[in-house]
């Protein structure tokens, strides 16, 4: 593998290999390592990733569920796959993330500090608090950016992908930690200054802050319908790099989108529901989870809609299937006494509703409900806000982007022409 092949957003998933070749220098020492950080449970042992896109939630620890018992990862140590990865400066531990998958992963020690160092104090990751708008790829020796998020911080400074990172503010950046720990001395300040090597030229970029802090991407479609600051038609990079609006409520909030890895297990207890035809037209889904300290477990954070805590699912579609996914319905569920209040809302917000129109609702059960259906609509998006009925307590609101609801919905019939194949 080669060293600019590791991605800063999470480490690289490598597949177990098969057990051969011969011994590894070493191999005692680290697998002695290996079962010194797995045995360690103190929070000080548990740390999170840091991204510049924003700081991700894996929880990454070596595990001794990840290679089975010890004389197997001994085994593993031995192999001319370890030994590769050790030569390109990488170490090979076993990473659990928050949803409890656990895999092999490559890590590059210069990043986490000497292996003595791992040993006394744990592996720690510093968060840098403030999403820039680009993610990098490491190597042991230097940070490199691989993708610029359009609009952002770090698009606004014209910094680009294969840009080499130098130093910060004159501060000499060899590790993300350098990186993290600048970022979060400077967080006060309005803009910080860095210097990157791009080609043969070595360049300064003013980046900052305050952009950093308060990003919110422009839609293709400028008068489309927002939720709160998530404007309908961004790209799920931007989604992404958005600061959580309510980390008064749900600190420390991040999103999970269903092609991270990880997401299945989210989805196998009912957290992220993406229908398998919305999947197989290329949907993507997005919520919000955040770590409850008082469950041990990720729970779902909620998004404020008026006064009142909302469920909220974020839908993104690509175009053509080679453009990145761009938001393009927004679906917020509440209880239904809040149906009266929302609506003065809403019509406080964008005036009289363009239609409102009365039907039946019937549930799985049989049970038949009167639903009132009020929309406000302008040429490229709309909102919907549905009662229910007071007896299925469900309020629904749902913003949606034409342009691509309409693709999406050709989408589905593609997908249902494919499966008639099969009958």
Excluded at 35 to 47: M, N
Excluded at 155 to 167: N, P, T
Excluded at 298 to 311: H, K, R, T, V
Excluded at 317 to 323: A, L, Y
Aim: glycine share 6%; proline share 6%.
């Amino acid at each position: 593998m080669r060293k600019n092949a590791l991605l800063l957003v999470l480490c690289l998933i490598l597949a177990v290999p098969s057990f051969s070749q011969g011994p590894l220098p070493g191999a005692e020492r680290r697998e002695q390592t290996a079962r010194t950080l797995s045995a360690a449970k103190q929070p000080k042992h548990v740390f999170r990733v840091f991204s510049a896109l924003g700081p991700s939630k894996e929880n990454l620890f070596v595990a001794d569920a990840s290679l089975g018992d010890p004389q197997k990862r001994l085994e593993f140590l031995n192999t001319m796959d370890y030994k590769a990865l050790a030569d390109d400066g990488f170490v090979a531990i076993g990473m659990t993330d928050s949803f409890a998958n656990t895999w092999l992963a490559r890590v590059c020690i210069d990043h986490f500090g000497p292996m003595e160092l791992l040993m006394d104090r744990g592996a720690e990751v510093k968060d840098p608090g403030i999403a820039l708008g680009f993610s990098l790829v490491i190597t042991c020796s230097e940070l490199q950016i691989n993708k610029v998020v359009p609009d952002s911080a770090a698009a606004k400074a014209d910094l680009r992908s294969g840009d080499f990172l130098v130093s910060l503010n004159g501060q000499k950046l060899n590790t993300r930690n350098d990186l993290a720990a600048l970022l979060l001395m400077e967080k006060a300040a309005p803009a910080v200054t860095l210097s990157v090597r791009r080609g043969g030229e070595t360049l300064s970029a003013e980046l900052s802050l305050a952009a950093a802090a308060n990003f919110k991407p422009k839609s293709p479609w400028p008068d489309a319908y927002s939720r709160r600051s998530y404007q309908l038609g961004i790209l799920l990079s931007q989604f992404r790099s958005i600061p959580f609006p309510d980390q008064k409520d749900w600190p420390g909030a991040f999103p999970v989108c269903t092609n991270d890895p990880g997401s299945h297990e989210l989805a196998s207890i009912g957290k992220l529901n993406l229908p398998s035809d919305w999947k197989s037209a290329g949907v993507v889904e997005c919520k919000f989870f955040y770590n409850s300290q008082a469950m041990h477990s990720i729970e779902s954070a909620a998004l404020l809609l008026s006064d009142w805590n909302s469920d909220t699912t974020f839908l993104f579609i690509s175009k053509d299937g080679r453009e990145e996914p761009r938001l393009f319905r927004i679906l917020s569920e509440g209880p239904t006494d809040s149906y009266p209040s929302l609506t003065l809302a809403f019509i406080s917000a964008f005036g009289p509703p363009s239609k409102t129109s009365h039907e039946t609702y019937q549930v799985k059960s049989g049970g038949v409900f009167p639903n009132e259906v009020q929309r406000w609509e302008n040429a490229s998006s709309s909102i919907e806000v549905s009662q229910f009925g007071e007896t299925t307590n469900l309020l629904r609101v749902t913003h949606i982007l034409k342009p691509l609801d309409e693709v999406f919905g050709k989408k589905l019939l593609e997908v249902a022409a494919d499966r008639a194949k099969t009958l």
